[in-house]
């Protein structure tokens, strides 16, 4: 099992960044995926989650952290086993290191009902 992220750096306050979480070693298409960051001497902390689209028409459920609503989005693309974050407005609080996790059933916050986490990318927002 494989989880990688890319697309951190460091921006400016209010700048975009877009993290990718590629995915391999199982069933991703059946996976609810998220993303967790961790600041400087923080715990892990839910940011944002996507289930698995199943046959829903309407397409897969999210859910947000509320500090991220209306900023962050995240969506993923089953044909290429990647899920992503595009985060907008970015704002120096944002800044920590971004890990994207997965686990088969449906979405939950806590960290500790995950099966299979990514090695986590920096985010760093200056003021």
């Known amino acids: 099992v494989q989880l990688v992220e890319s697309g951190g750096g460091l921006v400016q306050a209010g700048g975009s960044l877009r993290l990718s979480c590629a995915a391999s070693?199982?069933?991703?298409?059946?996976?609810?995926m998220s993303w967790f960051r961790q600041g400087p001497g923080k715990g892990r902390d839910f940011v944002a989650a996507?289930?698995?689209?199943?046959?829903?028409?309407?397409?897969?459920?999210?859910d947000y952290k509320d500090s991220v609503k209306g900023r962050f989005t995240i969506s993923r693309e089953n044909a290429k086993n990647t899920v992503y974050l595009q985060m907008n407005s970015l704002k120096p609080e944002d800044t920590a290191v971004y890990y994207c996790?997965?686990?088969?059933?449906?979405?939950?916050?806590?960290?500790?009902?995950?099966?299979?986490w990514g090695q986590g990318t920096q985010v760093t927002v200056s003021s």
């Open positions: 996790a997965a686990r088969y059933g449906r979405i939950v916050q806590a960290p500790r009902n995950y099966d299979y």
């Open positions: 996507i289930s698995w689209s199943g046959s829903n028409w309407s397409g897969s459920n999210t």
């Open positions: 070693g199982f069933s991703f298409g059946s996976s609810a």
